[in-house]
């Protein structure tokens, strides 16, 4: 069985509905890219995933429902989400948003703050500066640092190298996939950065007006001109 | 040293407001009524018997269950709403507690024994009273406990971030809605401090605490409304003027020294709208 297995997923805002039933599965250890343009819906997967937004449908995390669950307890069970635009706590220090992150551990706080900085050693440079004082690409790493304190059995990264410079966001995937092959962490992203996000998965979606358009094994969509340039546009 | 020590209960219920304020977002404007009403419960356990230390102590955790409840049962509804509907809903509680309290113990006057001695001491050839001196050094107690509290431990660094960001928040596993009961708690318990060190110097009645409310929204405003700090600043210089535009200023006197307050109010919300303290808010367009 799968880590997290979806199944109908449905979501709307009030009237407007945003997702039109999705089937998708990540299995441990598995990197799964959804992928596709701006508005359509992307974010609201991750956000109705943590409780967010109303869902329906069927999704479990290794087998507990987590459809209408409160976006704390999502957390509490090792989901970690850096959510679009970061969230990070500007007036507080780049060390007190780290140690927010594993709020819901006790043990090896300590060594987890070190082993974040030895990932992001710009972050440990920083680390009594207040979180707002830091370049985009700074607080994004902030933002994933933070998410790996709650040692996530599931990280979500929404559109991770959103408003940050292209060379930036390069080394954040960089660093992004030792981490996880260090770790076997399994990764649901969403980003509309398909080049980058194709080379960092194993398994791509695209997400057209609420629906799967295709899905596959991102080596063979990254391969395929035809649908690069149909549903990619690069 | 007078006017410092009633400026540090103006700082106190100050802190409370400051307090709902990071945490909501809103301006509490029960917070002297639940102080009133929490000041009575000291007094009735006072008066059937209970040893005056124990009935203040039992208050200040009754007052902290209590202030987690009315979260709980009652401003949890109105949250994210909109702030005019959170107004009414604590300007409704003022009411509801005030003929409570009335309906409770009655509208007479009732004098409330004090916590320290009537003694005085001379310090470097000032007379200062037990009393001033004793209330000075609760209230620097409890300010340097809330220093602690949310700069050195987890739930109080919790409690700030739940105020900052309660979206992020949650995802990092932190109940947002029970730290916002935690702080109403808290503001609950440090206004009935300010309650039951307030009553010795007026008579407890129902009324008790509507102007100390008044020179603590001053205080509150002069400092900034988003900073403890600046609370208890504000709250020692409104103690301060007050104190001395009633003594030396003729015309002002007893009758008048609550326009001090409000001519504070006045000039900071002209010149600073934020406080001395407090951060300016800014958004971008």
């Avoid at chain 2, 102007?211 to 509150?220: D, E, P, R």
Wanted: net charge negative; proline share 3%.
């Amino acid at each position: 069985m799968s880590l997290l297995e979806v199944e109908g997923l449905r979501a709307a805002y009030g009237p407007v509905r945003v997702l039109e039933g999705l089937d998708f599965s990540v299995d441990e250890g598995q990197k799964v890219a959804v992928l596709g343009p701006n508005g359509a819906g992307k974010t609201t997967i991750l956000r109705a995933l943590c409780g967010m937004v109303d869902a329906r449908g069927r999704a479990e995390f290794d087998g507990v429902s987590l459809v209408g669950k409160r976006t704390a307890e999502i957390a509490r069970r090792g989901v970690g989400h850096v959510p679009e635009g970061r969230g990070t706590f500007g007036s507080l220090s780049v060390e007190e948003n780290l140690r927010l992150g594993a709020y819901v551990r006790r043990e090896d706080v300590r060594e987890d703050l070190e082993r974040a900085y030895g990932w992001f050693p710009r972050l440990g440079e920083r680390r009594r500066q207040a979180a707002g004082s830091l370049s985009g690409g700074e607080q994004q790493m902030l933002a994933v640092g933070r998410a790996l304190m709650l040692r996530p059995r599931l990280l979500m990264l929404d559109e991770p190298s959103l408003g940050i410079a292209p060379i930036v966001a390069k080394e954040l995937y960089r660093v992004l996939g030792e981490i996880c092959d260090e770790h076997g962490m399994t990764v649901l992203l969403v980003e509309q950065n398909a080049g980058l996000a194709l080379d960092f998965v194993d398994h791509a979606h695209v997400l057209e007006s609420g629906r799967f358009a295709l899905s596959g094994e991102a080596d063979r969509i990254k391969g395929d001109d035809e649908v690069r340039r149909s549903y990619l546009g690069y | 040293m007078d006017g410092i020590a009633t400026g540090s209960i103006y700082a106190a219920v100050a802190l409370a407001l400051v307090l709902i304020f990071r945490s909501t977002g809103i301006v509490n404007f029960a917070q002297g009524e639940m102080a009133m009403f929490s000041t009575f419960v000291a007094w009735a356990l006072y008066e059937a018997g209970v040893p005056l230390g124990l009935a203040v102590l039992s208050t200040l955790v009754l007052s902290f269950v209590a202030g987690m409840a009315i979260e709980r049962a009652l401003i949890r509804h109105f949250e994210g709403g909109e702030p005019l509907t959170l107004v009414i809903v604590t300007l409704g509680m003022f009411i509801l507690l005030n003929g409570l309290a009335g309906w409770i113990w009655g509208f007479e006057n009732r004098g409330f024994p004090s916590l320290f001695s009537d003694d005085a001491v001379t310090v470097g050839g000032v007379r200062l009273s037990v009393e001033s001196l004793g209330i000075v050094a609760v209230l620097l107690a409890v300010v340097g406990l809330l220093f602690l509290l949310f700069q050195r431990t987890k739930i109080g660094l919790a409690m700030r971030a739940a105020a900052l960001n309660p979206e992020s928040s949650a995802l990092l596993g932190v109940r947002v809605g029970t730290m916002l009961m935690l702080g109403w708690g808290l503001a609950a318990a440090l206004g009935a401090l300010a309650g039951v060190l307030v009553a010795p110097r007026l008579f407890l009645d129902v009324n008790l605490m509507g102007s100390v409310l008044i020179y603590a929204f001053a205080a509150a405003a002069l400092g900034g409304f988003d900073s403890a700090l600046g609370a208890v600043v504000g709250g020692w210089v409104i103690g301060v003027s007050e104190n001395l535009a009633g003594t030396y200023v003729d015309f002002i006197g007893a009758d008048l020294k609550i326009l001090v307050p409000l001519g504070i109010i006045f000039v900071v919300l002209l010149v600073r709208p934020a406080g001395l303290f407090g951060t300016r808010e800014v958004a971008r367009a």
